[in-house]
T-cell receptor
Framework: GESVGLHLPTLSVQEGDNSIINCAYSNSASDYFIWYKQESGKGPQFIIDIRSNMDKRQGQRVTVLLNKTVKHLSLQIAATQPGDSAVYFCAESRETSGSRLTFGEGTQLTVNP | NAGVTQTPKFQVLKTGQSMTLQCAQDMNHNSMYWYRQDPGMGLRLIYYSASEGTTDKGEVPNGYNVSRLNKREFSLRLESAAPSQTSVYFC??????????FGQGTRLTVV
């Protein structure tokens, strides 16, 4: 069935290092991808998005890479800070599905001082 | 700007009781969603509404009903609560095929 999945459930990095969080998706018709950050006790917060006609998009300290050939999405966080500790979710949608977002299971990022 | 507002924030129900979770958005979005999140898991779509007057089932609709009251409001009703419905419920809204904005969640416990 359709799914958006993550490779690793947890990731631990040292403060100042770069973090890479990966995500696989199964539906080649997916045309919009989003990364969300969720801190404990809060709702998901939008980080960055990318559409299927792009391979890379950069924001402030974050970069999303999309490889449509292998259906793989990654989130890179530069100079990871303690405030980046959270669960990160990728999500996908398709124009034909009425914009309904399908979420992956999440990766818990822990930043060690 | 309030964004997406959910009420209540916390609720404890007894098995068999009913309740309605309220959600309102002030961003003039057409699409609204209800998700549930169980501990250590991702978000699963219960119902969504692509526009005022329309609603569709998501992945886990059983035991729930929804009402898109107007463009701003989208409510989720549990007719007869069960312990399996203990979860955190998130409402979200978006323009078509763009990022969704989430509320702060309703933490529901069914005993």
């Amino acid at each position: 069935g359709e799914s958006v999945g993550l490779h690793l459930p947890t990731l631990s990095v040292q403060e100042g290092d770069n973090s890479i969080i990966n995500c696989a998706y199964s539906n080649s018709a997916s045309d919009y991808f989003i990364w969300y950050k969720q801190e404990s006790g809060k709702g998901p917060q939008f980080i960055i998005d990318i559409r299927s006609n792009m391979d890379k998009r950069q924001g402030q300290r974050v970069t999303v890479l999309l490889n449509k050939t292998v259906k793989h999405l990654s989130l890179q966080i530069a100079a990871t800070q303690p405030g980046d500790s959270a669960v990160y979710f990728c999500a996908e949608s398709r124009e034909t599905s009425g914009s309904r977002l399908t979420f992956g299971e999440g990766t818990q990022l822990t930043v060690n001082p | 700007n309030a964004g997406v507002t959910q009420t209540p924030k916390f609720q404890v129900l007894k098995t068999g009781q009913s309740m309605t979770l309220q959600c309102a958005q002030d961003m003039n979005h057409n699409s609204m969603y209800w998700y549930r999140q169980d501990p250590g898991m991702g978000l699963r779509l219960i119902y969504y509404s692509a526009s005022e007057g329309t609603t569709d089932k998501g992945e886990v609709p059983n035991g729930y009903n929804v009402s898109r009251l107007n463009k701003r409001e989208f409510s989720l009703r549990l007719e007869s609560a069960a312990p399996s419905q203990t979860s955190v419920y998130f409402c979200a809204s978006s323009r078509r095929n763009t990022e969704a904005f989430f509320g702060q969640g309703t933490r529901l416990t069914v005993v």
